[in-house]
């Protein structure tokens, strides 16, 4: 069997990288198209995938003859809904709106029949794959609809993989989030013979806009025991500290749409400083995270023992090199629990409640006073017997390993099945 990935973010090739491993192990094929920066070529991931055989890697840009790439591309910037909060917002507006659904439609189309040709072409049994998409996704909805539909008419299944995972156990968390209803956000999902999801705390935002059955809750790819062991053969070397006997601390940031308390991140940082004994590391987001106040603030690169990790360094470096981890609630510090490291959910500088501090109410900080013991205690005490098993244990099995630890074969069996049973079409009927 074939499949097609669209991969386009750094989340989603995390995410899904696993899957991609487990499809090739049990014997099937699959081309890789990335969407978003040819940067991740050569992402580590992505150059693990590409020595894997059945395996082909191009960015979509290389595949396209120019100037219908750049039409493609103009066409997806003009439907991306960050650039309508810019100051240029009223000028994209105005020319998507004189640049219709209708004008756009040949390219949508003939970029989709392209792709598709070259990866099905003469094969009757396939599937494609994207991550989850939004309503605000920086890829247009219009063009996965438009390759979801073609898809559809070509005999082939349909499903979207997970991204990331649900840090939050609350809804409203970003700026100008005010209703407690269903987000529509979230509907486009529905586009999909199968969303997948990593557990319940995921699937509930997508229940209200598709059936049951169109849902199937796996677990989490990216942090199940099988790809954690393989993940530590294939990630670069790891972070050289230079903090001697110190505590080194991380604080992983989210992105700049959630609402998160920036005065007080920036006073426990200070505090944090004040101990002489730690070395602290920030973590913006993968995505947007330059654009943090914190990350802007030239005090920060005056405190001696205080850095900000550069755009290179990745989150697994720094999740190797910590004792201890401070969290605004990002699905990257799952890793962490499942290594027995200590995470601080530090609920209280965001809007949210996040879904370590449910099920381990241990990690939670309430108040600047909280972060100060606790440090105090890892520098005097160390950082064992931090967790209460018996919570730690039930956030792996609800949250990570949804069904059972043998997550990554149950994706292989899902996609199979997307497969069986439909009528096979040359790839050339459609075009």
């Known amino acids: 069997m074939k499949a097609l990935f669209f991969l386009r973010h750094y989340n989603d090739i995390d ?50 003859p120019p100037l219908e790439f750049l039409r493609w591309q103009m066409q997806m910037l003009l439907l991306v809904s960050s650039l309508r909060r810019l100051f240029i917002g009223p000028l994209i507006g105005a020319l998507a709106r004189m640049y219709g659904a209708k004008r756009r439609e040949p390219i949508w189309r003939s970029t989709t029949n392209r792709l598709l040709q070259r990866s099905f072409n003469g094969i009757d049994e396939g599937v494609i794959v994207f ?28 499903t979207s993989l997970p991204h990331g995972d649900s840090p939050h156990a609350s809804q409203l968390i970003r700026h100008h989030e005010w209703r407690l209803e269903p987000d529509s956000l979230f509907s486009a999902a529905r586009i999909f013979d199968k969303l997948v999801v990593p557990n319940e705390l995921c699937a509930k ?6 059936d049951d059955q169109a849902i199937a809750v796996l677990g989490s ?18 972070l050289t500290a230079r903090s001697g006997n110190r505590l080194k601390v991380v604080i992983f940031l989210r992105k700049s749409n959630f609402t998160t308390f920036w005065e007080e991140v920036s006073e426990v940082i200070g505090m944090i ?46 999740m190797n090199w910590a004792d201890v981890i401070i969290d605004l609630a990002t699905s990257v510090v799952f890793e962490a629990v499942k290594a027995k490291k200590p995470v601080l959910a530090a609920d209280y500088l ?43 244990l039930r956030f792996i099995n609800e949250m990570l390993h949804a069904g059972g630890p043998d997550v990554l074969s149950r994706y292989v069996a899902l996609l199979e099945a997307q497969v069986k049973g439909r009528p096979g079409a040359n790839a050339q009927s459609c075009l």
């Open 221 to 238: 790819p990216r942090y199940c025991d099988e790809w954690l062991e393989k993940l530590t053969k294939i990630s670069p070397s790891l």
């Open 273 to 318: 400083a004040a101990f002489p004994e730690v070395e602290l590391v920030i973590k913006p987001h993968t995505r947007g995270g330059r654009r943090q106040p914190l990350t802007k603030d030239s005090s920060l690169h005056r405190l001696p023992n205080v850095s900000v990790a550069s755009d290179d360094t990745h989150s697994i470096h720094l």
């Open 15 to 64: 995410h899904i990288t696993p899957v991609i491993s487990k499809w090739i192990e049990a014997g099937h094929i699959c081309d890789i198209v990335l969407v978003g920066s040819p940067k991740f070529l050569s992402d580590y991931r992505i150059e693990f995938l590409s020595k894997l055989d059945g395996v082909r890697i191009a960015h979509i840009r290389n595949l396209l």
């Open 131 to 158: 991550d989850w998409i939004t309503r605000d996704s920086p890829i247009s909805v219009e063009w996965v609809e438009t390759v979801v539909s073609t898809a559809r008419i070509m005999g082939f299944g349909t």
């Open 205 to 210: 935002r997508f229940r209200p806009f598709l």
């Open 350 to 392: 965001h809007a949210g409640r996040s879904a370590l501090a449910c099920f381990m109410p241990e990690t939670e900080l309430k108040c600047r006073d909280d972060v100060y013991k606790r440090i105090d205690e890892f520098l005097t005490g160390g950082c064992d017997s931090f967790y209460v098993e018996e919570h730690r």
